[in-house]
T-cell receptor, first 115, second 109 residues
């Protein structure tokens, strides 16, 4: 059973389109995250939800909108895609947010290419 | 600002020992993590330090000195499968993880 799953794994689309990436975790965790990893391999936090409540909202364009229908799901919707959005997007989850030993479990990533 | 520094790339020989350093400057400290990331894959957790000292886990050990803002990951008896990027991440006063750019480790036979 996959702990953290994301769909799709690959996404190739044209500039200006709107797309969504879905994430689900079956670990019973309370906290979920979206990260962007660019070509230089920097992992940059975008959003974090704890029990469906937004707790981290980094400076990302408002074209990016997360949605958490329940604590097992955190989806990412991107409007008006731009070339600079091309990257690998990782979803992750952890038991909670302030726990001491707070290992994050990552999904396999979604490689987004904007043409 | 917040900053995590690690070497960009290191090379080592199969069977040897390698130490990957990480220095950090963050607003507050609530633990330091090491993750391994193979090319094209997701990061996976390796170790966690919150108190000074050495944590050992099989062939991997991680050390922390909070006063120096310094950590290292020690890999012993290197195997070819250890070729990967190693990411250092620090949890700041807001419990947010700040990530380094990662150290690409190349293992040669």
């Amino acid at each position: 059973d996959t702990a953290v799953s994301q769909t799709p794994k690959y996404l190739v689309t044209q500039m200006g389109n709107d797309k969504s990436i879905k994430c689900e975790q079956n670990l019973g965790h309370d906290t979920m995250y979206w990260y962007k990893q660019d070509s230089k391999k920097f992992l940059k936090i975008m959003f974090s939800y704890n029990n469906k409540e937004l707790i981290i909202n980094e400076t990302v364009p408002n074209r990016f909108s997360p949605k958490s229908p329940d604590k097992a799901h955190l989806n990412l919707h991107i409007n008006s895609l731009e070339l600079g959005d091309s990257a690998v997007y990782f979803c992750a989850s952890s038991q909670g947010f302030r726990e001491a030993y707070n290992e994050q479990f990552f999904g396999p990533g979604t490689r987004l290419t904007v043409l | 600002g917040q900053n995590i520094d690690q070497p960009t790339e290191m090379t080592a020989t199969e069977g040897a020992i390698v130490q990957i350093n990480c220095t950090y400057q963050t607003s507050g400290f609530n633990g330091l993590f090491w993750y391994q990331q193979h090319a094209g894959e997701a990061p996976t957790f390796l170790s966690y330090n919150v108190l000074d000292g050495l944590e050992e886990k099989g062939r991997f050990s991680s050390f922390l000195s909070r006063s120096k803002g310094y950590s290292y990951l020690l890999l012993k008896e290197l195997q070819m499968k250890d070729s990967a990027s190693y990411l250092c991440a620090v949890r700041d006063s807001n419990y947010q993880l700040i990530w380094g750019a990662g150290t690409k480790l190349i293992i040669k036979p």
